[in-house]
């Protein structure tokens, strides 16, 4: 199961950065990059499956375990066991869910939006990242984890957002 728990993750979060390397094609461009709708889509749906084999396999659908053990590592690394690290997963994957809709829903409107909700977005997404791919992670993942966040921040860099005024 664990092939099961690792994977999804991994293959969302590659489908995170496909995703957003095709929401700057799509900013560049201005033609709707729908198969980069689609990777985000995916990933968002990866991702829940992620959350829920996680929570099934390694805290026997034990919430309460889970949002505990997710403090204390998070104690372990930042030495602050905050009993809410859990949701911010939940956060993340709320506001991706919601981000995809909004981009496949309303494409002009989307790739418009303030500098300052693209800014936030990127936040979460690269403190997840970071977090999951780099820091809570085994040196084997980091090899791939550290790529993934610099390819991001490329990404993000030469994004047009970042040339639009505020």
Known sequence: MKIAIYGTIWIALG???????????????????????????????????????????????????AATVTAERAAVVYGVAWPLSLYVNYVFLTWWLADTIWWWRAT????????????????IAFTM?????????????RVAGVPLAAALVFVWWHSPSNRRST
Do not use: K, M
């Open 15 to 65: 489908a995170l950065l496909l995703g957003e390397l095709g929401r700057r094609r799509n900013r560049q461009t201005g033609v709707t990059t729908r198969w980069a709708i689609v990777c985000s889509a995916i990933g968002v749906f990866l991702t829940a499956t992620h959350i829920l084999i996680a929570l099934g396999v390694a805290y026997d659908w034990d919430h309460t375990r």
């Open 129 to 141: 990242v970071i977090n999951g791919a780099v820091i809570f992670t085994s040196t084997a993942g």
């Open 108 to 123: 002009p409107s989307f790739l418009t939006r303030a500098p300052l909700i693209e800014w936030a977005w990127r936040l």
